[in-house]
């Protein structure tokens, strides 16, 4: 069983970077795939990021490339989403998700494949 916790959200002018955190606690850190997701009122949860167990492999929805970069710190049982560059449209509240994962890392961007999930921090991108 693994929980999560997000921090370092907030309100940031266009143009500028956030970087949230999600630490987790429990058990085997290292044998979960970690996602980011991100959701606004009335809209589903949508897919915004992926790293592999091994911090190896990473996956980007098409709308943050370039600008969004995820990592993992496995000793410290956390995963970071630094974002640059942000936009209006980039507001949302951002989840961390973790799955188990087996020998083979793939992209997995629907919400009902991940196990565990945070409580979700605010990210607002002002004009």
């Known amino acids: 069983q693994v929980q999560l916790v997000e921090s370092g959200g907030g309100l940031v002018q266009a143009g500028g970077s956030l970087r949230l955190a999600c630490a987790a606690s429990?058990?085997?850190?290292?044998?979960?795939?970690l996602g980011w997701f991100r959701q606004t009122p009335g809209k589903e949860r949508d897919f915004v990021a992926q790293?592999?167990?091994?911090?190896?492999?990473?996956y980007y929805t098409d709308s943050v490339k370039g600008r969004f970069t995820i990592s993992r710190d496995n000793p410290k049982n956390t995963v970071y989403l630094q974002m640059n560059s942000l936009k209006p449209e980039d507001t949302a509240v951002y989840y961390c998700?973790?799955?188990?994962?087996?020998?083979?890392?793939?992209?997995?961007?629907?919400?009902?494949?991940?196990?565990?999930w945070g409580q979700g921090t605010q990210v607002t991108v002002s004009s």
């Open positions: 790293i592999s167990k091994s911090g190896s492999s990473t």
């Open positions: 998700a973790a799955r188990l994962e087996g020998l083979l890392s793939t992209a997995v961007v629907t919400p009902q494949r991940y196990n565990h």
């Open positions: 429990g058990r085997a850190f290292s044998a979960y795939a």
